[in-house]
Nanobody, 122 residues
Framework: VQLQASGGGLVQTGGSLRLSCAASGYTFSSYTMGWFRQAPGKEREFVAGVSWGGGRTLYADSVKGRFTISGDNAKNTMYLQMNSLKPEDTAVYYC????????????????WGQGTLVTVSS
């Protein structure tokens, strides 16, 4: 199983970015996937998750209404559309797959992408 995250970059406050997570080596739509982020000096935190089978999504309160998680089964790719970005959104963003329990707990995921850096300037 491999996850390849991309799409990070430098953006001004209020701007938008779309992150991608290309998955290979497993049936994309069979498992819950998630996005997490880690800012310098802080623990990795949950951002958003999706259960493809049930079509359910979950967002951290800090990003609700600004971020949208989606996927393209044909491309085996998950996306995170990030709008109205704030400086506090600055972090390395990771995608994760094959959740075994709590969607918000990073310890419950088996596979991780390498991370992509998002920097929001004020």
């Amino acid at each position: 199983v491999q996850l390849q995250a991309s799409g990070g970059g430098l953006v001004q406050t209020g701007g938008s970015l779309r992150l991608s997570c290309a998955a290979s080596g497993y049936t994309f739509s069979s498992y819950t996937m998630g996005w997490f982020r880690q800012a310098p000096g802080k623990e990795r935190e949950f951002v958003a998750g999706v259960s493809w089978g049930g079509g359910r999504t979950l967002y951290a309160d800090s990003v609700k209404g600004r971020f949208t998680i989606s996927g393209d089964n044909a491309k085996n790719t998950m996306y995170l559309q990030m709008n109205s970005l704030k400086p506090e959104d600055t972090a390395v963003y990771y995608c994760a797959a094959v959740n075994r329990g709590s969607v918000v707990d990073p310890a419950e995921y088996d596979y991780w992408g390498q991370g992509t850096l998002v920097t929001v300037s004020s």
